[in-house]
């Protein structure tokens, strides 16, 4: 990001990193005692100021550490463009592959990785495929043990959100191409007003029939993770369709 220095960058990885896993604000405290930055304590509270005023971190309390927001998690999804982690790569594709030499039929594939995909990611996973009428969503315990869904109104915000996901989910096929993962945090839904979460999505195609991969949760997911997961599987199922 241009209007951010290295030493801020830095940072903001740091705090939106150690926010997705402990899902609780993140103070100067606690980036000083976990990480060595070779600055003052007073530096890097003052940075983290700067990254409030620059809006890719708010406050929720006086007196409480910072949290990111959503021009922050776009920050750190972009950070994620050439990615890593080979050896979680290389643990789905041997999955996937037992998975379908054990399952018969199409319709039951399509479900089983659906349900494999919701609990690799700790997420909700929809699946559709408009020709054949089918959509699958898998996940909902997964995702509900999520600390944010201790709020009552959170559950609600999100089904909503759900619900208004399937009902605009014709207009994402044919958007971009397979391999190509579109992110969508809070915010920039255009079709919900519910903007504590984030969707992951990408077209996909089983036996040459065209459908719509998702993974759906608060924004506090794991990214990189999650990427990689819909990633591999869409690559694993296009080479498939290539036999």
Same mark, same amino acid.
């Given at each position: @990001?241009?209007?951010?220095?290295?030493?801020? =960058?830095?940072?903001?990885?740091?705090? !939106?990193?150690?926010?997705?896993?402990?899902? =609780?604000?993140?103070?100067?405290?606690?980036?000083?005692?976990? %990480?060595?930055?070779?600055? =003052?304590?007073?530096?890097?509270? *003052?940075?983290?100021?700067?990254? !409030?005023?620059?809006?890719?971190?708010?406050?929720?309390?006086?007196?409480?550490?910072?949290?990111?927001?959503?021009?922050? %998690?776009?920050?750190?999804?972009?950070?994620?463009?050439?990615?890593? &982690?080979?050896?979680?790569?290389?643990?789905?594709?041997?999955? +996937?592959?037992?998975?379908?030499?054990?399952?018969?039929?199409?319709?039951?594939?399509?479900?089983?990785? &659906?349900?494999?995909?919701?609990?690799?990611?700790?997420?909700? &996973?929809?699946?559709?495929?408009?020709?054949?009428?089918?959509?699958?969503?898998?996940?909902?315990?997964?995702?509900?043990?999520?600390?944010?869904?201790?709020? +009552?109104?959170?559950?609600?915000?999100?089904? &909503?959100?759900?619900?208004?996901?399937?009902?605009?989910?014709?207009?994402?096929?044919?958007?971009?191409?397979?391999? *190509?993962?579109? !992110?969508?945090?809070?915010?920039?839904?255009?079709?919900?007003?519910?903007?504590?979460?984030? +969707?992951?999505?990408?077209?996909?195609? !089983?036996?040459?029939?065209?459908?719509?991969?998702?993974?759906?949760?608060?924004?506090? @997911?794991?990214?990189?993770?999650? +990427?990689?997961?819909?990633?591999?599987?869409?690559?694993?199922?296009?080479?498939?369709?290539?036999?």
């Amino acid at each position: @990001m241009e209007d951010l220095t290295k030493r801020q =960058s830095k940072i903001l990885e740091i705090v !939106i990193r150690e926010y997705i896993y402990h899902a =609780s604000p993140i103070s100067s405290k606690f980036i000083e005692e976990k %990480y060595d930055l070779g600055v =003052s304590p007073a530096t890097i509270r *003052n940075e983290m100021f700067e990254l !409030i005023e620059k809006k890719y971190l708010f406050q929720p309390h006086t007196s409480s550490g910072r949290v990111p927001t959503d021009k922050g %998690y776009r920050f750190f999804v972009n950070l994620l463009s050439e990615s890593q &982690t080979k050896e979680l790569e290389k643990r789905i594709v041997k999955e +996937i592959v037992q998975m379908k030499k054990e399952i018969d039929g199409r319709v039951h594939f399509i479900r089983e990785f &659906t349900r494999f995909l919701a609990q690799t990611s700790s997420s909700l &996973t929809v699946s559709y495929f408009p020709k054949e009428n089918l959509l699958y969503k898998e996940g909902w315990k997964e995702v509900l043990q999520d600390p944010e869904f201790i709020d +009552i109104a959170k559950i609600h915000e999100f089904t &909503t959100m759900v619900s208004d996901f399937e009902e605009n989910i014709d207009s994402f096929l044919g958007q971009k191409k397979e391999d *190509n993962v579109q !992110i969508i945090i809070g915010s920039e839904s255009p079709f919900s007003k519910q903007h504590g979460f984030s +969707i992951l999505l990408s077209p996909c195609s !089983i036996s040459r029939k065209k459908g719509l991969l998702a993974i759906i949760g608060p924004k506090r @997911m794991p990214y990189d993770k999650n +990427i990689l997961l819909v990633e591999s599987i869409i690559k694993l199922l296009k080479n498939n369709n290539e036999r």
